[in-house]
């Protein structure tokens, strides 16, 4: 095997790895933005489910609330037992609402992350596929080069050599040439 086709055959197994290498980043990065996306979408789910407890104990203190004034003989929906139940209701209305907010990060922050992936495999891809262009632009200059190589040093028919061995030149003879 000469020396060129050594470089082009190098050449493209180093092209080929280096495509499979930017492959396989690239899926990577894509199962990783799936992940992204699937812990996103739960802890949105456990934020939506803290949204639903806060109503529910909301529920269980006005129905406290009311029944305990009531019990008593006090007007549920008056005095004291209505600035309970507005206190509650504002309680339960700002940890609502943070719950929500808290799910609604949660789903974008897992959006975000999932996009910043997509966007490290579609680059790695690229990589890859540029790398393999310039193994096998670097393997066909070796080619070339070797080529040019044994055209200088090849033998003529009739015994002569044709070309310079630039190595067997002195720097006089060099500067002569």
């Known amino acids: 095997m000469s020396m060129g086709t050594a470089a082009l055959a190098f050449a493209g197994v180093s092209a080929f ?6 492959q396989a980043q690239a899926a990577q990065l894509k199962a990783q933005a799936q992940q992204y996306n699937l812990e996103a979408r739960q802890q949105a789910i456990i934020y939506k489910q803290q ?8 529920n269980e203190h006005l129905s406290t609330t009311i029944a305990t004034a009531a019990a008593s003989g006090i007007q549920a929906l ?3 037992a209505l600035s309970l139940q507005n206190y509650a209701i504002s309680e339960a209305a ?3 609402a943070t719950a929500r907010d808290n799910e609604l990060i949660a789903t974008q922050m897992g959006k975000f992350k999932a996009d910043v992936a997509k966007s490290g495999a579609k ?23 070797a080529g040019q190589s044994s055209l ?26």
């Open 51 to 58: 949204a639903a407890d806060v109503l529910a104990r909301l």
């Open 94 to 96: 700002n940890e609502y």
């Open 17 to 22: 790895s280096q495509y499979r290498a930017g």
């Open 123 to 145: 680059s790695a891809m690229q990589s890859g596929l540029l790398n393999a262009g310039a193994s096998l632009a670097m393997g066909y200059y070796g080619y070339k080069q």
């Open 78 to 80: 008056e005095g004291s």
């Open 152 to 177: 200088l040093n090849s033998s003529v028919p009739g015994g002569g050599q044709v070309g310079l061995d630039m190595r067997s030149l002195s720097t006089t003879e060099t500067a002569a040439v």
